[in-house]
């Protein structure tokens, strides 16, 4: 039953169906719940920072149920994508505001399910755990996540040489371009470089980037051929808007946090103390332990149900929805982050 707390992940769900089957001023209702509501929550109930004894965790991670948890967002993530381009092919037409609150609430799954529960699949070992990860990763349009994140980022975080480690005095604005244009650029890179140890061309079919780039096109392509132009436009704002948060989500993880290099040339191994770490109980749930992350990238290959509180870790004052709001505001998050960072540089 300890596994059943993790339906909280589907609280954006509901409120993002609620913005869906009322239209028109309830079109902002998701994103006013995800960034206004969950981060008031937050505040109130405050960090739970307690652990699980060895014991409990050995007994969680053989627990198939938190799998299950994961691999029911498949559906429900293409069942909404599937939703939403049917909305926009045939709602009646709404003033602008209206409409891009819709493409918001979209987004909010693209960011959440799209994208963070294909990023818990996409490090585990079994093969059709991975493909679950690619197929959500689809929905977002941002499979190059598949390739930079397991192989780029784990290996640079914390240095200049990783596009998702935000520097100190980086705005989120300037992050965004950097961030997604670098990532991208670099699974690119990634899988030249693998195919090239292998003997054989980067221009080939065995290009994992080459074939997402076909996939995604085939995405488009289809949903263009169902629903039409205005719905494909939509659809590729929505995806857009998920990768948006996503990197906002890399942003706030590890900002200012950079690892040293030692005296023979190499940066010190990764620890806790290069990921900032909330344990705000709801952002907690909602985005599978995603804010324990000074541990996920400690040990990257734990599940999210094991992943441990380290009190030693940099500690966010927030979690990560209301995070990610305080990021937009560039001269609050600098006066509140910058002497954190600073301190446990």
Same mark, same amino acid.
């Given at each position: 039953m300890r596994s059943l707390k993790y339906l909280t992940t589907h609280l954006p769900t509901l409120a993002v169906s609620i913005s869906f089957i009322y239209g028109g001023s309830w079109s902002w209702f998701a994103v006013l719940f995800v960034f206004g509501a969950i981060p008031l929550m937050?505040?109130?109930?405050? !960090?739970?920072? &307690?652990?699980? *004894?060895?014991?409990?965790? &050995?007994? *969680? !991670?053989? *627990?198939?149920?938190?799998?299950?948890?994961?691999? $029911?967002?498949?559906?429900?993530?293409?069942?909404?994508?599937?939703?939403?381009?049917?909305? $926009?092919?045939?709602?009646?037409?709404? +003033?602008?505001?209206?409409?891009?609150?819709?493409? /918001? !609430?979209?987004?909010?799954?693209? %960011?959440?399910?799209?994208?963070?529960? +294909?990023?818990?699949?996409?490090?585990?070992?079994?093969?059709?755990?991975?493909?679950? &990860?690619?197929?959500?990763?689809?929905?977002?349009?941002?499979?190059?996540?598949?390739?930079?994140?397991?192989?780029?980022?784990?290996?640079?975080? %914390?240095?200049?040489? *990783?596009?998702?480690? !935000?520097?100190?005095?980086?705005?989120?604005?300037?992050?965004?371009?950097?961030? /997604?244009?670098?990532?991208?650029?670099? &699974?690119?890179?990634?899988? +030249?470089?693998?195919l090239r140890r292998e003997a054989s061309s980067p221009w080939t079919w065995r290009n994992e980037m080459l074939r997402f780039q076909v996939i995604q096109l085939l995405i488009v392509i289809a949903i263009y051929g169902f629903f039409g132009a205005w719905a494909t436009f939509s659809f590729w704002l929505a995806a857009l808007i998920g990768g948006v948060f996503l990197e906002t989500i890399n942003y706030i993880e590890h900002y200012g946090l950079m690892r040293k290099k030692t005296e023979s040339g190499y940066y010190e191994i990764v620890q806790p103390a290069h990921s900032w770490n909330s344990n705000h109980l709801v952002g907690r749930l909602i985005l599978f332990e995603l804010s324990r992350h000074s541990d996920h990238h400690f040990k990257a290959n734990k599940k999210y149900q094991t992943l441990q509180s380290f009190d030693a870790a940099p500690q966010m004052p927030t979690g990560y929805p209301g995070m990610m709001v305080l990021s937009l505001l560039v001269p609050f998050w600098f006066a509140i982050m910058n002497p954190r960072a600073k301190q446990w540089q």
């Open positions: 937050e505040l109130v109930l405050g !960090a739970r920072g &307690a652990s699980l *004894d060895e014991a409990q965790l &050995a007994l *969680d !991670a053989k *627990d198939r149920m938190y799998d299950y948890l994961l691999y $029911m967002i498949v559906p429900i993530q293409w069942f909404f994508v599937g939703w939403y381009c049917w909305m $926009m092919q045939h709602s009646e037409p709404q +003033a602008s505001w209206q409409w891009f609150g819709l493409v /918001m !609430a979209m987004g909010i799954l693209c %960011g959440s399910f799209g994208i963070n529960v +294909a990023h818990e699949l996409g490090h585990r070992t079994s093969r059709f755990e991975q493909f679950l &990860a690619k197929v959500l990763l689809g929905s977002s349009l941002y499979m190059h996540f598949f390739i930079e994140h397991n192989r780029g980022h784990h290996k640079h975080v %914390g240095t200049p040489e *990783d596009p998702s480690t !935000a520097r100190l005095h980086e705005t989120v604005y300037t992050f965004w371009i950097r961030s /997604m244009f670098q990532t991208w650029k670099s &699974a690119w890179r990634i899988e +030249a470089e693998r």
